[in-house]
């Protein structure tokens, strides 16, 4: 687990952080690349629920964790939507994301902002982390809803 959220933090670490660069993009594959960020999400989001819900102790400094894997995978997100992209491997990206890229965009700077506000909130207490964990985590369900196709 520990290994795989370094991995993503190296991987948006490389890509950059502006969406200009898009077609400087590493020569990974787009969709397992994408795939692998928001796998990393998946993981900060459930460490960070477990503590919300009293499952795990709160602790600051894996709540900080939590919160910047979601915040380097949201950096780098961006840059793995290549047109031909949208279908092959096991993608769920929704077609959504190439018919309406400024949507797209403006939800994925919103999850960039949120994230990097909560971050800047620093959060020391489980209190202040679960509205710095709640408004980051309101970006998930808001962008799978339109841009991610449900798997059944
Ligand atoms: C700006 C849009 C956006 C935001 C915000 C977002 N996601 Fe995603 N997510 C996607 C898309 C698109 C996919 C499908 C990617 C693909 O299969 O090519 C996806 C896929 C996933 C997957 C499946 C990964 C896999 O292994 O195939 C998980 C888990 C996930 N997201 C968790 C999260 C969590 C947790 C958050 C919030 C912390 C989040 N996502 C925020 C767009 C988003």
Not at 62 to 81: C, E, I, N, P
Not at 97 to 125: G, M, T
Request: glycine share 8%; with cysteine.
């Amino acid at each position: 687990m520990r290994r795989v959220v370094l991995c993503s933090f190296l991987v948006s670490m490389t890509a950059g952080s502006s969406l200009a660069q898009e077609s400087k993009a590493p020569d990974v594959d787009p969709i397992e690349a994408r795939q692998a960020i928001m796998s990393n999400n998946g993981a900060a989001a459930k460490l960070g629920g477990q503590m919300v819900k009293g499952e795990t102790p709160f602790d600051p400094a894996a709540a900080g964790v939590a919160l910047r894997t979601m915040q380097s995978g949201s950096l780098g997100f961006g840059y793995y939507f290549p047109e031909g992209s949208d279908t092959g491997g096991d993608t769920e990206a929704a077609p959504a994301i190439w018919e309406k890229p400024e949507e797209f965009r403006s939800a994925l700077a919103k999850f960039q902002n949120d994230a990097a506000a909560a971050i800047e909130a620093k959060p020391e207490d489980l209190e202040a982390f679960k509205q710095a964990f709640s408004a980051v985590t309101a970006n998930c369900k808001s962008c799978h809803d339109e841009f991610r196709l449900e798997k059944n």
